[in-house]
Nanobody
Framework: QVQMVESGGGLVQAGGSLRLSCAAS????????MGWYRQAPGKQRELVAIITSGGSTNYADSVKGRFTISRDNAKNATYLQMDSLKPEDTAVYYCNADTTNVVGRQYDYWGQGTQVTVSS
């Protein structure tokens, strides 16, 4: 079993910054991509940013140039630096890990979610 623990959400004014952290622990053999998703009230969960084990990244158009995803493979952790925050960034943010176990089976794991609220 793998646990994903997130931290770093909160309330910030528009234009401000927050940094989210997520660490995976437990029976981890290999983590492929790690990502951040968000879900605003009344909306579907959407991809915010993703980073592969090799460090390649991809971002939603709405956050390009403002958010930066990174990871520390030694710590099985991923981070999301969010700058120039806008009210429309308000959502619950979830981290995700795409893992492979020792026999090659793929599993997805999710964090518990952390609330980010941006006031205007």
């Amino acid at each position: 079993q793998v646990q994903m623990v997130e931290s770093g959400g909160g309330l910030v004014q528009a234009g401000g910054s927050l940094r989210l952290s997520c660490a995976a622990s437990g029976r981890i053999f290999s983590i492929n991509a790690m990502g951040w998703y968000r879900q605003a009230p009344g909306k579907q969960r959407e991809l915010v940013a993703i980073i592969t084990s090799g460090g390649s990244t991809n971002y939603a158009d709405s956050v390009k140039g403002r958010f930066t995803i990174s990871r520390d493979n030694a710590k099985n952790a991923t981070y999301l630096q969010m700058d120039s925050l806008k009210p429309e960034d308000t959502a619950v943010y979830y981290c995700n890990a795409d893992t492979t176990n020792v026999v090659g089976r793929q599993y997805d794991y999710w964090g518990q979610g952390t609330q980010v609220t941006v006031s205007s």
